[in-house]
């Protein structure tokens, strides 16, 4: 079961998910996606929330109301980290998120360390923990079948593109033959390269 929040901080809004429980945080960890940007307390067991990016967008486009909601959201869902003050969030792509043999379920590490960054939350901030709850919807979708229907669109894209790029270059190389062949044309009818009879020193028109 994953939850589903709406950060309504802007228009339209954003839609934040986490897990249930730690195993339903291994399934979006094992099948999330290139666009996904990865929420966790710092140094806390916590809920992993997540933000699914628009394509062509990077973690530098989150808006800072937004990542204080996922922020809020990650604190209000973390035991221990729910009940202090001045605590970090952690946030990095899905991408940068590492699983080794041996951990637990949910457990992660980096690839990467310096794309982890980090927000202070100084305090729980109940406004913005019971807006987003307002929102919030249970649903049990297939992560491995949304994966693969992700991959397998993104594979069509990169063949479309790569035939539109080979449809372009070959357009490019026959404007390119087509201008030679012009400039060679132009070049034989060039009046100083013609020649005439007189050339060859024959100004009669007597075979005998």
């Given at each position: 079961?994953?939850?589903?929040?709406?950060?309504?901080?802007?228009?339209p809004?954003?839609?934040?998910?986490m897990?249930?429980?730690?195993?339903e945080?291994?399934?979006?960890?094992?099948?999330?996606?290139?666009?996904?940007?990865?929420?966790?307390?710092?140094?806390?067991?916590?809920?992993?929330?997540?933000?699914?990016?628009?394509?062509?967008?990077?973690?530098?486009?989150?808006?800072?109301?937004?990542?204080?909601?996922?922020?809020?959201?990650?604190?209000?869902?973390?035991?221990?980290?729910?009940?202090?003050?001045?605590?970090?969030?952690?946030?990095?792509?899905?991408?940068?998120?590492?699983?080794?043999?041996?951990?637990?379920?949910?457990?992660?590490?980096?690839?990467?360390?310096?794309?982890?960054r980090?927000i202070?939350?100084?305090?729980?901030?109940?406004?913005?923990?019971n807006?987003?709850?307002?929102?919030?919807?249970?649903?049990?979708?297939?992560?491995?079948?949304?994966?693969?229907?992700?991959?397998?669109?993104?594979?069509?894209?990169?063949?479309?593109?790569?035939?539109?790029?080979?449809?372009?270059?070959?357009?490019?190389?026959?404007?390119?033959?087509?201008e030679?062949?012009?400039?060679?044309?132009?070049?034989?009818?060039?009046?100083?390269?013609?020649?005439?009879?007189y050339?060859h020193?024959?100004?009669?028109?007597?075979?005998?």
């Amino acid at each position: 079961m994953v939850f589903f929040f709406n950060s309504n901080v802007v228009s339209p809004p954003l839609v934040l998910f986490m897990g249930a429980n730690k195993y339903e945080n291994e399934e979006l960890i094992k099948w999330g996606w290139p666009e996904d940007v990865w929420f966790h307390v710092h140094n806390y067991s916590s809920a992993h929330v997540y933000l699914r990016l628009k394509n062509g967008q990077t973690i530098d486009d989150i808006p800072s109301s937004v990542l204080e909601d996922a922020a809020q959201l990650c604190k209000a869902n973390s035991i221990q980290g729910n009940k202090v003050n001045n605590i970090d969030v952690v946030y990095t792509m899905w991408e940068n998120l590492k699983k080794t043999q041996g951990m637990e379920p949910g457990q992660v590490a980096y690839y990467k360390d310096n794309l982890v960054r980090k927000i202070r939350v100084e305090k729980r901030i109940n406004e913005i923990v019971n807006r987003l709850n307002k929102t919030k919807i249970e649903e049990h979708p297939d992560f491995r079948a949304q994966k693969e229907a992700r991959d397998a669109e993104e594979r069509e894209n990169n063949k479309r593109l790569l035939r539109k790029q080979k449809e372009k270059m070959k357009e490019e190389e026959k404007k390119k033959l087509e201008e030679a062949e012009l400039r060679n044309y132009k070049s034989l009818m060039n009046a100083e390269k013609m020649s005439t009879n007189y050339d060859h020193d024959n100004d009669s028109d007597d075979f005998m």
